[in-house]
């Protein structure tokens, strides 16, 4: 096992380098500096176009670094070529070879990597009992020669290296870990999509590699299955401690199955941290933002020293007015009369009354799941006590809410919410940074 260390790592296309040569070159990488610790499970996470996977890439030798090293375990593999690596990668679309049984997709890198200067036993078949027969060293095209004809023999006559013999052994491990014992006979074809990954998964780690890449392996299932087989991964990885760098679009992988979360955007690492970190204390707009699911709503508000935020209603009186707790204090002694962002998240949110600390919305769109019901709406400038807002002014301030089932909640309905104090975030608009 080892670690993965990004230093300053930029990677960028010129223009001649991309398909559509209309599109200006540039970097999408930038300053990359990351540290995997040796058997950490990494989840590297944006959206689209972000370079999460041109990171993984790079570490794999499939894309070439403009600047900086990556380094795994004690070597710099900037000009090593993949093969040499000793890592194993695990694709979106299984890559799997589709003229192979399962159990010669599974034993593919091993037979490629595999030490050629093993001696052969003569004699000896696939279930490890010896004729009893003496050893004869071959020169290895011949020993090549002699395995590839008689594969499709029966046991009995075939022909087995000694370093065919600890392939099997460790295919069949394998195979075990991931119960497709059974399937080593079929063809990609004959397998559903879990299959698939699972061999997929085996064939990576049947080579014991120092680092697993996953780009994406779970996005072609579906949610049932995504959500066993995200476990299975999960503890595989904890069981064989293996490096693993997982790459996903998902916030929901990102934070069930990392030890540590990069998020990225713009080719930039924007945080590195522990996923309940990341959800609350996000060190910007934009982390706060992708990170949990609705997303975070943002208010904009007014900052009246030392701990009032306050928004004006569109007639006197009628403003959201709110104190803040005490550790807010020194934090906003610079914002004084100045407009900050208000984040709260859809599960920070409770049922009010009408009061100057609560917000009133004009509910859009309800969606019942059973156990809670998401509300949306936009945020009203002033304050009602009817049920239905009629000729109301509306702000386009979206606002989504996760609420318990309890209540029948109506389309066109105005509803009161309450925020938790001490659930709330503030962000600079200038900056996008989080003011803690």
């Not at 943002?298 to 009032?308: D, E, G």
Request: hydrophobic share 40%; with cysteine; glycine share 8%.
């Amino acid at each position: 096992m080892a670690q993965v260390v990004f230093d300053n790592v930029y990677k960028s296309y010129q223009k001649s380098d991309r398909s559509d040569d209309s599109e200006p070159g540039g970097a999408v990488l930038r300053a990359i500096n990351l540290r995997i610790h040796d058997g950490e499970f990494m989840v590297l996470v944006g959206p689209s176009g972000c370079g999460k996977s041109t990171l993984l890439r790079m570490i794999a030798g499939l894309e070439d670094i403009t600047g900086g090293t990556i380094s795994v375990g004690d070597r710099i593999v900037n000009a090593l070529p993949p093969k040499d690596r000793d890592i194993a990668m695990v694709f979106q679309s299984y890559a799997l070879y589709p003229h192979m049984t399962v159990y010669d997709n599974l034993a593919f890198g091993l037979r490629r990597t595999a030490n050629p200067e093993n001696r052969t036993t003569v004699g000896k078949s696939r279930d490890g009992k010896s004729d009893g027969k003496s050893r004869a060293t071959l020169h290895p095209t011949i020993e090549t020669f002699l395995v590839e004809f008689s594969r499709k023999l029966p046991k009995g006559w075939q022909y087995v290296t000694d370093r065919e013999q600890e392939i099997d052994r460790r295919v069949k491990l394998v195979a075990q870990s991931l119960q497709i014992e059974g399937l080593l006979t079929r063809f990609p074809k004959q397998l559903s999509g879990g299959q698939m990954q699972r061999v997929a998964l085996g064939r990576a780690m049947a080579r014991n590699p120092q680092v697993f890449l996953m780009d994406e392996p779970l996005s072609n299932l579906d949610a049932k299955l995504r959500a066993e087989t995200r476990s299975e991964i999960v503890q595989l990885q904890r069981k064989l401690g293996t490096t693993t760098v997982y790459v996903t679009h998902d916030q929901t992988e990102a934070m069930t199955m990392g030890d540590r979360i990069a998020v990225l955007n713009n080719g930039q690492i924007q945080q590195l941290a522990t996923p309940l970190e990341l959800y609350n204390r996000p060190i910007n707009r934009f982390v706060a933002e992708f990170i949990g699911s609705p997303p975070m709503n943002f208010i904009p508000v007014q900052v009246k020293a030392p701990l009032l935020i306050q928004r004006l209603g569109n007639e006197p009186g009628n403003e959201f007015r709110m104190t803040l707790l005490e550790k807010y204090e020194p934090l906003l002694a610079g914002y004084d009369g100045q407009d900050v962002h208000l984040g709260v998240r859809p599960e920070h949110f409770s049922y009010g009354v009408p009061a100057p600390k609560n917000i009133s919305i004009q509910v859009e769109m309800t969606e019942a799941l059973g156990s809670e019901t998401y509300i949306y709406g936009r945020l009203i400038n002033s304050w009602v006590t009817n049920s239905l807002a009629e000729g109301l002014s509306n702000t386009n301030i979206p606002i989504v809410a996760r609420m318990s089932a309890d209540r029948d909640i109506r389309v066109g309905e105005i509803v009161w919410l309450s925020i938790a104090p001490d659930k709330l975030h503030l962000f600079d608009p200038g900056t996008g940074l989080a003011i803690r």
